[in-house]
C-alpha cells in the first residue's frame, strides 16, 4: 500500500537521498502458527493470526497483544541500532525505559488531532516515530499502556486502517526536516501564505466573462502583498 506514495515526489526523494528513512513490520511476522493446525496436525499452511474476538462481546475484531508488542519491540531494536543522520542512539535497555528520543504513535478517530505544530515539535523532539497501524477494532488495549503509545486522529471520520493516517504523518513529518523540501520551497513552507493563489494568464476569460488577478499581487508591493495574504 505504501510502495506507489513513497517512491514518488518529494518524499521519494527524500528516501533516495537517505534524508529520511521508513521500515516496515508485520506483526503476522512475530507470531506462531495457529493452535488449530497443531491440534488437527495438519500441514501449516501459513496462516498467522494477528487477531481475536473481543471480551465482553461486541463487533468486529481486535488485534491481539502479544504479535504487536513483539514487532514494537523489534522495531525500537531497529531505532537503537540504525545510524540516522547526525543523531546518537541509545542502548535498547535504556530506550525501553527512557525513550525521550523515540515516540510511538497508535492511529485512533478519538484520538489527539494531528497538526503542521504537531509535525513541527516531532522533528525537534525524536530521532525515531514508531506509527502503529491498526486495523478491525482497534489493538488490545495493554499494548498502548505498556508502550505508552499515543493515540493521533487526522480526523474526525472512520477509515479502514491505520495506513492512510501513517502515509499523512511520514508527509507532514518530513516536510519539517532539513533539506527535505530544499531551500526555495522551505522559505516558502514559512512565508505567509493564502488560500487564494493565482498565475498566468493575467486575465482569464470563461464563458464570455472575463476573471483577474487581484491588482495588489501585480503590484510589485511585496509589503502590501503580505498584507493582502493576511487577510485572505
Not at 508527509?171 to 526536516?177: E, K, L
Amino acid at each position: 500500500m505504501f510502495s506507489s506514495y513513497l517512491n514518488e515526489s518529494i518524499v521519494g526523494r527524500a528516501l533516495k537521498n537517505k534524508l529520511i528513512e521508513v521500515k516496515f513490520y508485520n506483526p503476522r511476522d512475530f507470531t506462531r502458527p495457529s493452535e488449530a493446525f497443531k491440534r488437527r496436525r495438519v500441514k501449516d499452511n501459513g496462516y498467522r493470526p494477528v487477531d481475536d474476538k473481543p471480551y465482553g462481546g461486541g463487533p468486529g475484531m481486535v488485534m491481539r497483544a502479544e504479535p504487536m508488542l513483539k514487532a514494537i519491540e523489534y522495531a525500537l531494536r531497529k531505532c537503537s541500532r540504525s545510524g540516522f543522520p547526525t543523531t546518537q542512539r541509545q542502548p535498547f535497555a535504556r530506550t525501553l525505559s527512557k525513550r525521550s528520543r523515540i515516540k510511538i504513535i497508535n492511529f485512533s478517530p478519538s484520538g489527539k488531532k494531528f497538526n503542521t505544530a504537531y509535525a513541527k515539535n516531532s522533528v525537534k523532539k525524536y530521532t525515531d516515530i514508531i506509527l502503529i497501524s491498526g486495523r478491525y477494532e482497534g489493538i488490545d488495549m495493554r499494548v498502548k499502556k505498556i508502550f505508552k503509545a499515543e493515540d493521533i486522529s487526522i480526523g474526525d471520520y472512520v477509515l479502514t486502517g491505520g495506513e492512510l493516517p501513517a502515509m499523512v504523518l511520514i508527509d507532514s513529518i518530513s516536510r519539517q526536516i532539513p533539506r527535505v523540501l530544499g531551500k526555495y520551497e522551505s522559505l516558502e513552507e514559512e512565508r505567509v501564505s493564502s488560500s487564494e493563489v493565482y498565475t498566468r494568464p493575467e486575465v482569464l476569460k470563461y464563458k464570455n466573462k472575463n476573471y483577474k488577478v487581484p491588482k495588489v499581487l501585480l503590484s510589485g508591493n511585496h509589503k502590501k502583498i503580505e498584507e493582502w495574504k493576511k487577510n485572505r
